[in-house]
C-alpha cells in the first residue's frame, strides 16, 4: 500500500503570500490531520477531517484552514503568511481518527522570508 | 505543566545496549498510548500502539504502560546505529475527542 503523500516537499514564499499544501492519504483511510511542527513548540495539532467534515480543530488563528474531498484527499491553506509559519507541516492519514493510529507522510517543509 | 512530559536529551549510547525512553503525563484518562520514530527530513514513523496498561513487544521493541504510576516507556534492545532518531510519545483519552498529546521528543544517538 502506499503511505501517505504530501506536495510539495520544499515550499519557500514571501511573507504576505498564500500557500496550499496537498496531502493524499493512505487508500481507505477517511480520516486526514494536520500538524505544524517547529523545534521550539514540537507537534502542534492543526486539524482534522473526516468524510470531508472538520472534526476537530486546533489553536490556530483562522488563517490557517483546510479541506476534505469527496476522495480523502486533503489540502491546507495558510493565508497572510508570516515569518513564524515557517515549519514542517505534517500530514496525518488514519482509518477511523478517534483512537486510531496515525499515519505520517514526510511533510512540507515551508520557509517564509 | 505539561500534560505529557518528555525529556528531549540527547540521550547517545554505545552500540549494542539496551535503550530506555520515557514518558510521564498527568491525565489519569488516558487510554491509547504510541511511540513514533522520527529521522531528520522525515515524518514520523508509528512503532508501537497499546491500549490501556501493560506490556506489548515487537522485534527488538517493547513498549510499557503502568496507568498506576502515569508512566510509559520504549525500550529498545541490542540497539544498532540505524536507530539513531528522535523518538515521540503520544497519547490519547475520550475527553479530549481522542486528540492525540505529544511529548516533545527525545533525540537517540547510538554510537557505533
Known amino acids: 500500500k502506499a503511505g501517505v503523500t504530501q506536495t510539495p516537499r520544499y515550499l519557500i514564499k514571501t511573507r504576505g503570500q498564500q500557500v496550499t499544501l496537498s496531502c493524499s492519504p493512505i487508500?481507505?483511510?477517511?480520516?486526514v490531520s494536520w500538524y505544524q511542527q517547529t523545534p521550539g513548540q514540537g507537534l502542534q495539532f492543526l486539524f482534522e477531517y473526516f468524510s470531508e467534515t472538520q472534526r476537530n480543530k486546533g489553536n490556530f488563528p483562522g488563517r490557517f484552514s483546510g479541506r476534505q474531498f469527496s476522495n480523502s484527499r486533503s489540502e491546507m491553506n495558510v493565508s497572510t503568511l508570516e515569518l513564524g509559519d515557517s515549519a514542517l507541516y505534517l500530514c496525518?492519514?488514519?482509518?477511523?481518527?478517534?483512537?486510531?493510529?496515525?499515519?505520517f507522510g514526510n511533510g512540507t517543509r515551508l520557509t517564509v522570508t | 505543566q505539561k500534560e505529557v512530559e518528555q525529556d528531549p536529551g540527547p540521550l547517545s549510547v554505545p552500540e549494542g545496549a539496551i535503550v530506555s525512553l520515557n514518558c510521564t503525563y498527568s491525565n489519569s484518562a488516558f487510554q491509547y498510548f504510541m511511540w513514533y520514530r522520527q529521522y531528520s527530513r522525515k515524518g514520523p514513523e508509528l512503532l508501537m500502539y497499546t491500549y490501556s496498561s501493560g506490556n506489548k513487544e515487537d522485534g527488538r521493541f517493547t513498549a510499557q504502560v503502568d496507568k498506576s504510576s502515569k508512566y510509559i516507556s520504549l525500550f529498545i534492545r541490542d540497539s544498532q546505529p540505524s536507530d539513531s532518531a528522535t523518538y515521540l510519545c503520544?497519547?490519547?483519552?475520550?475527553?479530549?475527542?481522542?486528540?492525540?498529546?505529544w511529548g516533545a521528543g527525545t533525540k537517540l544517538i547510538i554510537k557505533p
Open positions: 503520544a497519547m490519547s483519552s475520550p475527553d479530549s475527542n481522542y486528540q492525540l498529546i
Open positions: 487508500s481507505g483511510h477517511r480520516s
Open positions: 496525518a492519514s488514519s482509518l477511523e481518527g478517534v483512537g486510531s493510529p496515525l499515519h
